[in-house]
């Protein structure tokens, strides 16, 4: 299926998904961000300065960071991978559960992720 296929393609969107979500587990949001973005670190099509990309690394993992501020993701599984038919894009299904204080609350989230013309494939922030 979705991992045999995306093999050969470096870094699959499963892989890419579940190191995501470990780093949010651990409330490691600048690694979370790090890995949703790819590396290296682009804006468009150039890549960015090592400078500019922690800064947008910085800002992006505050605004996980607070985003997230009281809840904490207690598990989460990988449910299905979708390709497009040109397989360039990818649609990863999560469920996950979180805990924000003491309530328990189960949840799904679709990740939506893209291969650039390198092949290296990014989470759509």
């Not at 609350?105 to 922030?125: C, N």
Request: overall charge negative; hydrophobic content about 35%; glycine content about 6%.
């Amino acid at each position: 299926g979705c991992f045999a296929l995306a093999h050969e393609m470096g870094l699959e969107p499963e892989k890419i998904v579940d190191n995501y979500y470990k780093a949010l587990q651990k409330k490691d949001y600048v690694t979370a961000i790090k890995v949703a973005l790819g590396d290296p670190i682009m804006e468009g099509d150039k890549e960015l300065s090592k400078e500019d990309a922690e800064q947008l690394i910085n800002g992006l993992a505050d605004k996980l960071e607070s985003s997230l501020e009281n809840t904490t993701i207690t598990k989460y599984s990988i449910e299905s991978c979708e390709f497009s038919d040109d397989k360039n894009s990818a649609v990863v299904k999560v469920k996950f559960t979180t805990e924000t204080d003491g309530e328990i609350e189960d949840e799904e989230d679709e990740i939506d992720l893209k291969k650039d013309d390198k092949g290296v494939w990014r989470m759509s922030l």
